[in-house]
């Protein structure tokens, strides 16, 4: 039960949306009856969704869009199997970069969401995979030190300090 | 969980079918397109983006596995991707782009008010089309995820929150602050008026 004194705030996006269990947006429908101030930012928002809802999605590709792609595909795919398998002859190279990455991987899943699955977290730091496979090819990861650096190569890269 | 046709798709990909992960990028590369452009309002740059997504599946697919939708993985890969892109910084001092002028490209048909739109309301189009774009770039990058996701992808709140790795509770206050956000940015179109 909401009194009258308490708004309902961020359950009025969720309800327009359809995302309330139905307990609470029968709560939520009872507080509206009685309080202009939320019926009047209910009305904001749904006519706010209404003009998104309007809005054109952004431009199509030019001609050649899965061409291009493929073009790229068989230029870069290639490259990256070639330093796959250089890897794969050299195992103890990238051992530590390795075991530093799982070592962060175990850590952040287990730190967020001790359930979450390991595929969506994979997605989640493919870029620092990429990061680590790319600088252990050159065999200077040698120390945890460097697998710290490597973890930040994207903050150097993007020249912050 | 009704079968997952992409998944599938990526388990063939997994086993060797090239056609298999073309199959893939044909029906959800374009969509990625547009939803990368969400976040840098340039589409040459958004179809890059969407190209480095597809890139990071094919190099990885030998770590999906079809425990979660395939959807889900892509959109987790190309979020991630997209708010890197954007952390660097030069989105935000960047002009708005007309989606008219970009590269000739045509808005998509689909996308305009009935084929017979006229030169008024697509004129009113693209500028609600600027408006929302304006008002994105200015969301923290979490809501505008969260708000990306919800408003032009129509995801549910549990698999935004799968998305981006947090709570439903937490997409919740995420979508809501967005969409209050929007709704004063929005306020001239909201009134009836345009924008001009």
Redesign the interface.
């Known amino acids: 039960m909401i009194g009258r004194d308490r708004h309902v705030?961020?359950?009025?996006?969720?309800l327009l949306?359809g995302?309330l269990p139905d307990d609470r947006r029968a709560e939520v429908e009872a507080h509206l009856a009685s309080c202009p101030e939320c019926r009047s930012e209910r009305d904001?928002?749904a006519?706010?969704?209404?003009?998104?809802s309007?809005?054109?999605?952004?431009?199509?590709?030019?001609p050649g869009?899965?061409q291009?792609?493929?073009a790229?595909?068989a230029r870069?795919?290639p490259r990256?199997r070639s330093l796959l398998d250089r890897l794969a002859a050299r195992p103890f190279r990238w051992l530590v970069p390795s075991t530093g990455l799982a070592a962060l991987l175990v850590a952040g899943i287990w730190i967020?969401?001790a359930d979450?699955?390991?595929?969506?977290?994979?997605?989640?730091h493919?870029?620092l995979?990429?990061s680590y496979v790319e600088v252990a090819s050159l065999g200077v990861v040698e120390t945890s030190e460097d697998v710290d650096v490597v973890s930040h190569l994207?903050e150097l890269r993007?020249g912050r300090p | 969980m009704a079968p997952d046709p992409d998944a599938a798709l990526m388990v063939a990909f997994q086993e060797g079918s090239e056609a298999a992960f073309?199959t893939l990028?044909?029906r959800h590369?374009?969509a990625t397109?547009?939803f990368c452009?969400?976040f840098v309002r340039d589409?040459a740059r958004?179809?890059e983006l969407?190209?480095d997504v597809?890139?990071?599946l094919?190099?990885?697919a030998d770590?999906?596995?079809p425990?979660?939708r395939f959807t889900?993985?892509l959109y987790?890969?190309a979020t991630?991707?997209c708010l890197?892109e954007v952390?660097?910084?030069e989105y935000q001092a960047r002009p708005e782009i007309d989606?008219e002028s970009?590269?000739g490209?045509?808005?998509?048909p689909?996308?305009?008010?009935g084929t017979s739109a006229t030169p008024e309301e697509m004129a009113r189009?693209?500028a609600?089309?600027r408006d929302?774009a304006s008002m994105l770039s200015r969301l923290p990058e979490s809501q505008r995820a969260a708000f990306v996701l919800?408003?032009?992808e129509g995801l549910?709140?549990e698999e935004i929150a799968?998305v981006l790795?947090t709570t439903v509770p937490s997409v919740?206050?995420l979508?809501?602050?967005a969409?209050?956000s929007?709704?004063r940015a929005?306020e001239p179109?909201?009134?009836g008026g345009a924008a001009s």
């Open positions: 705030g961020d359950d009025l996006t969720a949306d995302a904001r928002i006519r706010a969704l209404s003009s998104i309007l809005t054109p999605p952004p431009p199509a590709p030019r869009f899965e291009r792609f493929y790229r595909l870069e795919a990256h967020r969401h979450d699955r390991m595929d969506l977290e994979m997605a989640r493919l870029d995979l990429e994207d993007e | 073309r990028f044909e590369g374009r397109m547009a452009n969400r589409p958004a179809e969407a190209q597809f890139l990071k094919h190099r990885s770590r999906y596995q425990s979660a889900t993985f987790r890969i991630n991707h890197n952390r660097r910084g989606p970009e590269d490209a045509p808005l998509d689909d996308a305009l008010p189009g693209n609600l089309a929302v919800a408003r032009f549910p709140y799968e790795g919740k206050s979508v809501h602050r969409t209050v929007a709704a929005l179109w909201s009134a």
